[in-house]
C-alpha cells in the first residue's frame, strides 16, 4: 500500500523555466511533509518542509505547496538550474514519526 | 565535517550466505535508521534505534537483523540473503528532540548484489 505516491518517475525541463514536481498521498493522518533532493553516489538531503497547517513554504527558489482538501502537493523550482538535477523525493510524516518516501522523481535540468 | 559513512558502498554476496553492511556517524546522534530501498522503488524503512531501543517495522523480514554496540556504529546483518535482497541500503540518523523527520542525515547508502 504506497501512501505517498510520485506518479511522474522523471521530468526535463529548461535551464531557467519552473519545475514542477508532485506528490500524493493517502494517509490523512500525515501532519509534515519533505523533499529530499539525491544525487548520484550521495544519500538523499533535506531540501525543504511543510507543516500540515500551512499551504506554502517558501525557500529561496524552492516553494512547497499543500493542498490538504485534495492530498497533494507540490515543489516548485524557480528557475530551474542545471545543478538542480537529481532525484527528488517526497515524503510525510505522522506526528513526528517514521517517515513514508514517494518512489522519487528524476529531475532533468537541460542548460 | 560530520557524517554518516556507510561501508562498503558495495558489497557482493552469494544466495544464503550472511552479509553484514555497516554504518557508523560522527554527528553523536541517538537515533539511527535502517532503509531498504529497491530499483525505481521508495525508501522502506526496516527499523530504528532510538539510543539502544530498538524498533522494528511490523513488515520487516526475521531475516534482516540488526546491532548497535554504541552511539556511532549500527549493523545490518542479513542472515540468508535471497535475490530479493538485492538493494540499496541507507542507513540515516537524527538529533534528539526537535522536528526529527526533518533533520534525519542519511550516508551514501551500500548497494547489496546477491548472485
Known amino acids: 500500500d504506497q501512501q505517498v505516491k510520485q506518479n511522474s518517475p522523471s521530468l526535463s525541463v529548461q535551464e531557467g523555466r519552473i519545475s514542477i514536481l508532485n506528490c500524493d498521498y493517502t494517509n490523512s493522518m500525515f501532519d509534515y511533509f519533505l523533499w529530499y533532493k539525491k544525487y548520484p553516489a550521495e544519500g538523499p538531503t533535506f531540501l525543504i518542509s511543510i507543516s500540515s497547517i500551512k499551504d506554502k513554504n517558501e525557500d529561496g527558489r524552492f516553494t512547497v505547496f499543500l493542498n490538504k482538501s485534495a492530498k497533494h502537493l507540490s515543489l516548485h523550482i524557480v528557475p530551474s538550474q542545471p545543478g538542480d538535477s537529481a532525484v527528488y523525493f517526497c515524503?510525510?510524516?505522522?506526528?513526528?514519526?517514521?517517515?513514508?518516501f514517494g518512489a522519487g522523481t528524476i529531475l532533468r535540468v537541460k542548460s | 565535517d560530520a557524517m554518516v559513512i556507510q561501508n562498503p558502498r558495495y558489497q557482493v554476496t552469494q544466495f544464503g550466505k550472511p552479509v553484514t553492511l555497516s554504518c557508523s556517524q560522527t554527528l553523536n546522534h541517538n537515533v539511527m535508521y535502517w532503509y531498504q530501498q529497491k530499483s525505481s522503488q521508495a525508501p522502506k524503512l526496516l527499523f530504528h534505534?532510538?539510543?539502544?531501543?530498538?524498533?522494528n517495522e511490523a513488515d520487516t523480514p526475521d531475516n534482516f537483523q540488526s546491532r548497535r554496540p554504541n552511539t556511532s556504529f549500527c549493523f545490518l546483518d542479513i542472515r540468508s540473503p535471497g535475490l530479493g535482497d538485492a538493494a540499496m541500503y541507507l542507513c540515516?540518523?537524527?538529533?534528539?528532540?526537535?522536528?526529527?523527520?526533518?533533520?534525519?542525515?542519511f550516508g551514501p547508502g551500500t548497494r547489496l548484489l546477491v548472485l
Open positions: 534505534y532510538y539510543d539502544k531501543d530498538f524498533n
Open positions: 515524503a510525510a510524516s505522522a506526528n513526528g514519526n517514521k517517515l513514508v
Open positions: 540515516a540518523t537524527s538529533p534528539p528532540g526537535g522536528r526529527g523527520p526533518e533533520t534525519q542525515y
